[in-house]
């Protein structure tokens, strides 16, 4: 089912938490596509079900209904034992909180992940590619936030993954460093012509992306493609 | 406020719901913790209440006294009297062997003490009268005896059983238990096997025995206290040095009546000797009156003969005087006899004649009746002849009148014939008439016919014309039939003429036969009649002829009777003769007979005379045999005299000898000793005490480990619930609240938890653990009723202060630290522990070989550090508990085989009477010198001594081997530590290694020796390994030289090639029914013993390992709750990374494994240590355990170690598993 150049379709995907006796549709009826080498970016208001869009993209958490269709493999039907396959081969992911492990250096974090994968990228060479060449040996807590996140997205891209999920990467950091963590996003979605989807509060970088997916209330509000996508220096917010 | 604190109590609650796993981990190892303290330390004083209270029931004595000479009822009053002695009963007892089926048993016999040492019956009663026995259960069990059975027992030694029992055959009535015995182990004897092997009580009357062989007494106030106790033993020991006190001069009392009892019975001796003595002069003196009335009797005699001699000269007289008469006599004699003999030849020519006459007389007289005889039968054959002279006239007439009728007859016949003869022409005549009449009839006949016929013709052709011919006809023939009837009867009278004439001729033929007939018969008759005629003429004639005879005959008699009277009267004159002369020879035989009677007169006075001189000659002799008689009894009598008073002197000689042994022995009789002793006397009792010390020992040591790691996982428990909730603390205190209110949640929280698990722990440990302990010991001890575990106060107390107060003080510290930070710090997330490089990785080519997770697990490992030594520590505890408990048992095994099988190696001994004669040695040592069972042997002396150096004196054996040399053989002297050997020489001794520690004492030191009240001070050259007992090894020339003497060995020590108990039994019988030994002991005997105190151990290291289970489960299952809980974050990155769940728990595990590998290290150190300090503690003064664990109870140990580390890590895959992914995503709270 795969189409020319998609990536990721979603397709009518449902959500559904019970709270006790409330039940909480956190995704509610969404679908939307991913072309392969896009820079996505889903916006939306906190508790629009943003999050889960990324669980479930993810392969950490499963949706109610509807069909999650990644790189023409339909994984809404996976078991567990298959979903973390598939995290392990196809997903790198960027938390906010860059979710370390501390009492691993730099390079031993980026080794954390990929040992454990098909065809993983030499890990110190990516740890140069973020610019961290001379921080290698450094603990997390050695590191500054940007530079923390720097090793995060190093230990993403160290899986070689087919899609790049960030959750609020900058959410964390500082105007400046955030700036930067995004051009290293940006740059390596160019450079490793990588899908990369980004998930932010942050509408104001809506136009460095190649699509802008808005999400209120579980659905897609409204999906756009952006032809001429901006560098991330030229975005103020 | 107080609803905010409401607020607060409710949030508290809320809290424990929530983290009830937490809440319920610290209240696990805290009631583990308590649990253990209160209860293992609760086992010994239960231990012995449980014995107390058994004690107490059965009202066991607290004191027995035991006195060399036995005591007396007088003993028991004055013990009475004495203070604090509640009760004091005399008892009886021996040993005895009493015969089984193919062997025989040691059978130690009580008498029953009035309301002390109660026996607890199991089945059947107690005794009451004699004759009945009540045996233990033990002995009815394994050697299959019934109540009714009777057992026969016999003494051990050469005595008699009656010296001790009135009867040797008894009837068990019941069977139970003495509250001497508590374990099966009944201690040993000093007859049979020595062994022990039946307990028997009875009462006091079967016993025979002279004096009490003890008195028991209860202690005022002992009851009240616990047996073992101090306490107890306070109220106990005053009341025996009470005892002790009056000891002495009940013993000098006893003495003296012992003495005046000697006195007594060597006076009576001495009486009866002189009673001896003065028989035998009685004797003597009746032997000299004997003597003389023989020498009397001799003279009498002598005179008697002389008399006899004159009357015999008397008698010789008379006697030719009667012979004279007698002559005379003879003479007339001789006349009258051929007087008599001449009428008697008269006398019998009469009778001879008048026989003759007789006989004649009746010949007459038969001839006369012969005669008439003839006469008669004459007479009647004359009769007969004339009848038949009779008859023969008769015959004759008849015959003649029969001759006159037959004439008659013929003359009729011819008459008649005559006629007939006339007749004849006329009846020829009719007959020729008969025939012509005949013819005219046939001619009449046939014209009759003819004319029927015509008739018939006629008739036939009918023709009347006819009729008038046939009426012609017809009457022509009546005509005709007229003539024929007239001619008929004309025949018929003819025919009558003639058959009349024959009939005349017939009868007249048969008239003539008659008459010829009768002719004939005449004529014979005639023949006949004159035949008898003349048969009568001859008999007339023969008649005749013997009448004539018969005439002649009686002329012959008449003649002879004539004469047979003429010879009567000639007869009848000689007879009145022969009559007259017979009258004459009567008057002259009267003369003869007076004559004879006066000589007989004579006779008779002669042949009295001689009687009396017959009688007085038989007088003489009947004195001189009895004199002889007499003479030969004095003989007999002196002879007999003479040997009994050699023999009645040599009895007054022994007897004599025997008063003066007897006064040597009463005059060398010691004064009695008592041995006063309390139940430390009492085997079982004591080796009960030891074990509760032994459990108190093992309380000592092991519950601490518990309540460390107790408190430890508390303290991290705690310390992570603090930090957990910090932002929470920081809320509350941004809020307002104080320190303390919100600390109170915390201290809350631990104290309930602690509180309770506290009290549980303490509910479950002393009434559960005691139990099990004491009945793990009730494999030793069988006759403990029951086990007692009560609370108790002080330990329920202390454990449970103990664990609130540190769980608190855990708690206070872990938030002092949060409590003192500022809401805005607390409310910031704690700064995750950051990584560094740890010290291995310095270590770059053990770092660089390790593989990328190996590092990470290093890493990980040290950088919690807390975590680590908490884990450490509780895995160490884990294996180090393991370790100690089967390193317990191996120790204890240790004893049996390095003691038997590597120290003392040889088989057994064989021990001999103190006082054993030369001879009886002799042949003991002949015995064991042939005896192939026994491969080597060596006589030793081993006796006791006590040792000291310094304050401290311990008793020891005192070995000395006959030769040093062969030492070797038997026992091996061994350094533990280098398995150097030692050589025992003449400059010192050679003692062993407990009683060396325990002294204080090393090679080179001089130790002082004291034995039998010789004291002496000598160099110790050497310490050897030992764990059984102490002993000093001595060579005999430093015994000599120690003690002034040689030593006198009273041990000979076997070395057999069979260890087996079959063959040990044997071996034991054989020698020790030899005269003058003691015993015979095994060393398997020991190995036995601890066997048993094995078993009760099994039970303990049991405890030990579900202990040490539990205690390694709770500490690791926590600490990976909270190593979890601290790293959700990273195991959760881990999972979004694409670890599968294995590879997750893979991550964890390593660390733990690693954790569990360097605690059972950790362990195994501990372990050891704590294994020696338990055995030091444990192990009791007279034996050493084994120092060092084997290698299969480290295996055992670490393998149980990884099994429940292996459990822990299952549970926690399956909490891992529960981990939320999308935990990664939140923010750090």
């Keep these: 089912m795969k189409e020319n150049g998609e990536m990721v379709r979603l397709v009518d995907v449902r959500k559904t938490y019970h709270m006790g006796e409330v039940v909480i549709h956190a995704v509610d009826g969404l679908s939307l596509e991913i072309k392969e080498g896009e820079f996505a970016v889903v916006v939306g208001p906190s508790g629009a079900g943003k999050t889960t869009v990324l669980n479930i993209l993810g392969g950490m958490d499963s949706a109610t209904s509807g069909e999650v269709w990644i790189d023409g493999v339909d994984i809404s039907k996976f078991k567990e034992k298959q979903l973390t396959s598939y995290r392990r081969n196809d997903i790198g992911f960027v938390f906010q909180f860059y979710n370390l492990v501390q009492n691993l250096t730099a390079k031993e974090n980026v080794e954390l992940a990929s040992q454990i994968c098909r065809d993983p990228m030499d890990a110190e060479q990516v740890l140069r590619d973020v610019g961290l060449g001379d921080r290698m040996d450094n603990f997390p807590a050695q590191l500054s936030g940007g530079e923390q996140q720097r090793v995060a997205i190093a230990r993403a891209l160290a899986k070689n993954p087919k899609l790049l999920l960030c959750d609020e990467p900058t959410g964390a950091l500082d105007y400046n460093t955030g700036k930067a963590i995004l051009k290293l996003l940006q740059d390596t979605c160019r450079e490793h012509h990588m899908t990369v989807v980004v998930i932010t509060h942050n509408s104001a970088i809506a136009p460095m992306a190649d699509r802008i997916i808005h999400i209120k209330n579980g659905r897609v509000s409204r999906m756009e493609e952006n032809p001429h996508p901006v560098s991330v220096e030229t975005i103020e917010w | ?1229």
């Design chain 2, 1 to 1229: 406020m107080k609803k905010r604190r409401n607020v607060l109590v409710k949030e508290f609650f809320v809290e424990v719901w929530k983290t009830r796993n937490r809440f319920l981990s610290i209240l696990l190892i805290v009631l583990l913790g308590v649990a253990f303290f209160s209860g293992i330390r609760a086992a010994s004083p239960d231990m012995r209440l449980s014995a107390d209270s058994y004690y107490d029931d059965s009202r066991l004595m607290d004191i027995q006294v035991m006195g060399t000479l036995g005591l007396t009822e007088d003993d028991v009053e004055e013990i009475r009297t004495l203070e604090g002695v509640e009760e004091a009963e005399p008892a009886y007892s021996a040993d005895v062997l009493c015969r089984l089926e193919e062997t025989q048993a040691v059978v130690k016999l009580m008498s029953v003490t009035g309301e002390m040492n109660l026996i607890t019956v199991e089945e059947g009663r107690a005794p009451e009268k004699e004759g009945e026995i009540f045996m233990d259960s033990a002995f009815m069990d394994t050697y299959g005896y019934e109540i009714g059975d009777t057992i026969e027992v016999f003494a051990g030694d050469d005595g008699d059983i009656l010296d001790t029992l009135k009867q040797d055959t008894f009837t068990i009535v019941g069977c139970g238990t003495s509250p001497f015995y508590l374990s099966l182990d009944l201690g040993t004897s000093t007859v049979g096997n020595g062994n022990v092997e039946a307990i028997g009580v009875l009462t006091a009357d079967n016993f025979s025995l002279e004096a009490y062989t003890g008195i028991y007494l209860r202690a005022a106030g002992a009851e009240k206290e616990v047996a073992y106790t101090d306490a107890y033993m306070d109220v106990v020991d005053k009341v025996k040095h009470r005892v002790e006190e009056i000891a002495d001069s009940r013993c000098e009392v006893r003495y003296a009546e012992i003495q005046a009892d000697g006195e007594k019975q060597i006076s009576d001796g001495e009486a009866e000797i002189a009673d001896a003595r003065q028989e035998l002069l009685d004797a003597e003196a009746e032997l000299t009156d004997g003597e003389k009335q023989i020498a009397d009797a001799r003279q009498e005699l002598l005179d008697g003969e002389k008399e006899l001699e004159d009357s015999r000269k008397q008698i010789a007289d008379g006697e030719k005087q009667i012979a004279d008469g007698e002559k005379e006599l003879a003479d007339g004699e001789r006349q009258i006899a051929s007087n008599e003999k001449t009428i008697q030849d008269g006398r019998s020519q009469i009778a001879a004649g008048q026989s003759q006459l007789d006989a004649a007389q009746k010949q007459i007289t038969d001839g006369q009746s012969q005669l008439d005889a003839a006469k008669a039968e004459l007479a009647q054959q004359e009769q007969l002849l004339q009848n038949q002279a009779a008859e023969y006239e008769l015959g004759l007439k008849a015959w003649n009148d029969g001759d006159a009728q037959v004439s008659q007859g013929e003359q009729q016949t011819a008459a008649a014939e005559e006629q007939l003869n006339a007749q004849k022409p006329q009846i020829d005549a009719a007959r020729e008439m008969i025939v012509q009449q005949e013819q005219q009839l046939a001619a009449l006949e046939s014209m009759m016919q003819q004319l029927r016929d015509q008739i018939q013709e006629l008739e036939e052709a009918g023709d009347a014309a006819d009729q008038e011919l046939i009426a012609q006809i017809k009457e022509q023939l009546g005509r005709v039939e007229e003539q024929s009837a007239q001619l008929q009867t004309a025949l018929t009278q003819i025919r009558e003429q003639v058959a009349q004439y024959d009939e005349a001729v017939a009868a007249l033929a048969a008239q003539k036969e008659q008459l010829a007939a009768a002719r004939e018969e005449l004529t014979q008759q005639k023949a006949q009649l004159d035949a008898a005629g003349e048969l009568i003429r001859t008999g007339q004639e023969q008649l005749a002829s013997a009448r004539q005879t018969l005439v002649q005959k009686q002329q012959e008699l008449d003649a002879a009777a004539a004469q047979a009277a003429a010879s009567r009267r000639t007869l009848n004159e000689k007879s009145a003769q022969l009559a007259s002369g017979e009258q004459q020879l009567a008057a002259a035989k009267r003369e003869l007979e007076s004559g004879r009677t006066e000589l007989a007169a004579s006779r008779q006075k002669l042949a009295d005379g001689k009687q009396q001189l017959a009688d007085g000659e038989q007088e003489i002799a009947d004195g001189k045999a009895e004199l002889a008689e007499k003479e030969q009894e004095l003989i007999d009598a002196r002879a007999e005299f003479d040997e009994k008073s050699a023999d009645a002197e040599t009895e007054i000689a022994d007897a004599e000898a025997e008063i003066a042994d007897a006064r040597k022995e009463l005059d060398d009789m010691e004064m009695p000793e008592w041995y006063v002793l309390d139940r430390e006397s009492i085997q079982s009792c004591v080796e009960y005490g030891q074990d509760s010390e032994r459990i108190e020992a093992i309380g000592n040591v092991f519950p601490l480990i518990f309540f460390l790691v107790a408190a430890l996982v508390c303290l991290t428990t705690m310390t992570r619930m603090v930090e957990e909730k910090r932002t929470e603390i920081g809320t509350l205190k941004a809020l307002g609240y104080g320190k303390w209110q919100i600390a109170a949640k915390y201290i809350g929280y631990a104290f309930f938890s602690s509180c309770i698990g506290g009290i549980a722990g303490l509910l479950i440990g002393q009434k559960v653990l005691p139990v099990v302990i004491i009945q793990a010991y009730g494999i030793l001890y069988v006759n403990l009723p029951e086990a007692l575990s009560p609370l108790h106060l002080s330990y329920s107390l202390t454990s449970l202060a103990m664990a609130v107060v540190i769980t608190t003080l855990a708690t206070i510290a872990a938030c002092r630290r949060e409590l003192a930070l500022v809401p805005a710090q607390l409310m910031r997330p704690q700064a995750p522990k950051s990584g560094k490089r740890i010290l291995l990785e310095r270590v770059g080519f053990i770092w660089n070989r390790l593989s990328f997770t190996g590092k990470a697990t290093m890493r990980n490992l040290f950088r919690y550090k807390k975590r680590f030594f908490m884990t450490v520590l509780g895995i160490g505890g884990c294996t180090g508990l393991l370790l100690t408990g089967f390193g317990i048992k191996d120790s204890i095994m240790a004893i049996g085989e390095l003691q038997f099988g590597e120290i003392r190696v040889y088989s057994g001994a064989v021990t001999m009477d103190e006082d054993i004669s030369e001879e009886n040695e002799e042949a003991l040592l002949r015995t064991v010198e042939n005896d192939r069972d026994i491969k080597e042997w060596m006589p030793a002396k081993e006796s006791s001594v006590d040792v000291s150096f310094g304050d401290e004196e311990r008793s020891s054996y005192l070995m000395v081997p006959s030769d040093v040399e062969k030492l070797g053989d038997y026992v091996i002297l061994q350094d533990r530590r280098t398995g150097e050997k030692k050589e025992l020489t003449d400059d010192g001794v050679v003692i062993t290694e407990k009683l060396a520690s325990l002294l204080d004492v090393s090679a080179g030191d001089t130790v002082t020796l004291t034995s039998d009240d010789v004291e002496a001070e000598v160099l110790v050259t050497a310490v050897v390994e030992n764990y059984f007992y102490h002993y000093v090894y001595m060579t005999p020339a430093v015994y000599e030289q120690v003690f002034g003497e040689a030593p006198k060995y009273s041990e000979i020590f076997l070395v057999n090639d069979d260890n087996s108990e079959a063959f040990e039994k044997e071996l034991r019988e054989k020698y020790m029914d030899m005269d003058g030994v003691s015993g015979v002991s095994f060393t398997s005997d020991v190995a036995g013993y601890i066997n048993d105190m094995l078993k009760s151990m099994d039970t303990v290291i049991v405890i030990i390992v579900i202990a040490a289970g539990m205690l390694a489960f709770i500490v690791l299952y926590n600490l990976n709750n909270i190593n979890i809980s601290e790293r959700q974050r990273e195991l959760a990155t881990l999972k979004v990374l694409g670890f599968y769940e294995l590879e997750v728990s893979e991550y964890m595990f390593r660390e733990n494994i690693w954790l569990t590998v360097i605690g059972s290290i950790v362990g195994m150190v501990f372990g050891v240590i704590l294994h020696l300090f338990v055995i030091k503690t444990v192990e009791i003064d007279i034996m050493m355990f084994g120092r060092s664990v084997k290698p299969v109870s480290f295996a055992y140990s670490i393998l149980l170690t990884f099994l429940f580390s292996f459990l822990v890590n299952l549970a926690m895959h399956f909490k891992l598993k529960k981990i939320n992914m999308v935990e990664s995503l939140k923010s750090v709270e």
